[in-house]
C-alpha cells in the first residue's frame, strides 16, 4: 500500500509533475509513421497533458511543434504545408520545423516582428514505423540499439492502441507474468495455423505445448525478477513435470516499455504513453528475427478491433467490453472475447482512471511491480535533483550499443536450467536471422 502522494508521485504526468518530468527525459512514441500517410500530413498529438502538431514536409522531413500559433493561437493541426514550413492559416505566419518564424505576411512591410517569435519546436525521430518525440531538458539521448529498432523495415510492424487509463497500471500489466494464466485462459487450444500475429496463440518454442494449455494447466508460474542493462528481467518458470519446464523470459525497458516474447520468432516490444494522466496508447512494435512480417495480415487483424482514426477499440466502456456470461462459462475465463488486448484493456480500465494504489494489498506475483516502482521512484528523485546522467538508459552515440536485445523468449526445455536456456533459444533465434546480432552483456 501507498500514500495518495505517492501514488500521485509515480502516475501524474503534467509538465511539472514528478513522474511527468521523468518521462520527458525520454523519447516518447508520439504517432505511427502510417498516420502521416493521408494527403493532410498533418496531425494533432497530446502527449503529457499536452498539445502539439506533428507534420512531415514535402521533403520528408518531420516537424513537431506547439499546437497553437504564437500569433493568437489558432491551431496549426488546420496548417498549411508551405514554403519550408508550416504556415497557420488564421494570418499566414510560417513557421520552421526549429520553430523559427519565417514570415508575418500580414504585417508591414520590411516588419521585423518575425525575428522575436519562436514558435515552441522539439526533436522528433522515426523508428521502425513509430515516430518519437522528445520533450526533455537539454539533448535528446540516443535510441538504445535494441531489437525493435535493429531490425530491417520487412521484419517489422508497428501498431497501436487506446487506453482509457492512466499509463502506469497498463505498463503494469506487462509486469505481471501471473495474469495470464486466469485473465486469458481459454478452456480450449485454437489450432495453430490461426494463430499468425496472435499473442499466446502458438506453441512454445522446442516444444508441441500451446501456450494456452501451458498458462491454463500450470497456473502457479515462479517469479525471479533483476534489474537488468535495460530496466529488469522477469523470469516466470512454471514446472510441467518431473523433467520439462517452461520457461517465459520478458522485459521492462526503461522507463515505459516492455519487451515480451509473442511466438518462437516474434517479439512485441511496447510502450505505454500517457495521453494525459487519464488516458494513454500503447505502442508497439512486432519485430521478425525470421520471415518478413505479413503486415497487411496484421493490420487488418487489428483493425478488427481498433477503429481509426484515434485507434479506439471497438469494445470498451460503453460496451461492457462486450462481455457475455456465457462464454464465460463456456469458453473464456473473462467472456470478453478472444483478443487478449480488449483483456488487459478492461483489466487496466476497470482499476479506474488512476488506480487507488492506497487500497491494493500486493502478493508474491507483483514482485515485478514491486521492483519496478523502487526503480521508477529512484529515477523520479534523480530527474527532480537534475542528475539526468544518473538515469537509467538514455545512452549517448557511443553507448547506444551496450543496451541491446533484450532477450524475449517463452520454451521448453528439459535439459537447461532457466539462465542457460535463455542463452541457448536466444542465440538458436538470432543463428536463424538474416539481421539479429548478438546480444552484449549477456
Ligand atoms: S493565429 Fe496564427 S497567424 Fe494569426
Ligand atoms: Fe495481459
Known amino acids: 500500500m501507498m500514500s495518495q502522494e505517492q501514488n500521485d508521485f509515480i502516475t501524474r504526468v503534467g509538465p511539472k509533475e514528478p513522474a511527468g518530468q521523468l518521462l520527458r527525459q525520454y523519447w516518447q512514441p508520439i504517432a505511427l509513421s502510417d498516420e502521416l500517410e493521408g494527403v493532410h500530413k498533418i ?23 506547439d499546437k497553437h500559433c504564437s500569433h493568437r493561437g489558432a491551431d496549426l493541426t488546420y496548417g498549411r504545408l ?40 522539439y526533436p522528433v525521430q522515426e523508428r521502425s514505423g513509430i515516430i518519437f518525440g522528445y520533450f526533455g531538458i537539454g539533448e535528446a539521448p540516443a535510441f538504445p540499439e535494441l531489437d525493435c ?26 509486469i505481471d507474468p501471473a495474469h495470464a494464466s486466469y485473465l486469458h485462459r481459454f478452456f480450449e487450444d485454437e489450432d495453430e ?27 502457479r508460474p515462479t517469479l525471479e525478477v533483476e534489474e537488468s542493462e535495460v530496466g529488469m528481467r522477469l523470469t516466470a518458470v512454471r514446472e510441467l513435470d518431473e523433467d520439462q ?41 512486432f519485430t521478425s528475427f525470421t520471415d518478413a512480417v505479413d503486415k497487411e495480415q496484421m493490420r487488418a487483424q487489428r483493425l478488427e478491433l481498433y477503429e481509426l482514426p484515434d485507434y479506439i ?20 475465463y473473462l467472456g470478453m472475447g478472444h483478443d487478449i488486448n480488449v483483456h488487459d484493456q478492461w483489466a487496466v480500465e476497470s482499476q479506474g482512471f488512476i488506480q487507488d494504489r492506497t487500497k491494493e494489498h500486493l502478493g508474491t506475483t507483483d514482485k515485478g511491480i514491486i521492483l519496478y ?70
Not at 87 to 113: I, Q, V, Y
Open 313 to 332: 477499440s471497438r469494445r470498451n466502456r460503453s460496451n461492457n467490453y462486450g462481455f457475455d456470461p456465457v462464454e464465460q462459462q463456456k469458453s473464456t
Open 373 to 442: 516502482r523502487r526503480l521508477l521512484t529512484r529515477a523520479i528523485k534523480a530527474c527532480l535533483a537534475a542528475e539526468y546522467e544518473a538515469l537509467p538508459l538514455r545512452p549517448t552515440a557511443e553507448t547506444a550499443h551496450l543496451f541491446t536485445g533484450p532477450i524475449a523468449i517463452d520454451g521448453v526445455t528439459s535439459q537447461h536450467t532457466p539462465q542457460a536456456y535463455l542463452e541457448y533459444a536466444d542465440q538458436d533465434r538470432r543463428n536463424k536471422s538474416s539481421w539479429a546480432t548478438s546480444v552484449t552483456s549477456e
Open 193 to 219: 495455423t490461426a494463430s499468425y500475429g496472435k499473442q499466446f496463440r502458438s506453441t512454445s518454442a522446442d516444444s508441441d505445448l500451446p501456450v494456452t494449455k501451458v498458462l491454463r494447466e500450470y497456473d
Open 149 to 174: 529498432f535493429n531490425a530491417p523495415d520487412t521484419h517489422v510492424f508497428a501498431f497501436k492502441g487506446l487506453f482509457e487509463c492512466n499509463w502506469l497500471q497498463a505498463l503494469e500489466v506487462g
Open 43 to 65: 496531425k494533432a498529438v497530446r502527449v503529457l497533458g499536452q498539445d502539439f502538431v506533428l507534420f512531415k514536409q514535402e521533403d520528408g522531413s518531420l516537424g513537431l511543434l
Open 82 to 121: 508551405e514554403d519550408g514550413g508550416i504556415r497557420c492559416p488564421f494570418h499566414g505566419w510560417l513557421f520552421d520545423a526549429t520553430g523559427n518564424c519565417l514570415e508575418t505576411p500580414a504585417e508591414p512591410e520590411g516588419s521585423k516582428l518575425c525575428t522575436r517569435i519562436k514558435q515552441g519546436a
Open 245 to 285: 519446464r517452461h520457461v517465459r523470459i520478458t522485459n521492462l525497458v526503461f522507463p515505459q516499455a516492455i519487451v515480451i516474447p509473442m511466438s518462437s520468432n516474434m517479439t512485441i516490444s511496447q510502450w505505454h504513453v500517457p495521453v494525459d494522466d487519464h488516458n494513454c496508447y500503447w505502442y508497439a512494435i
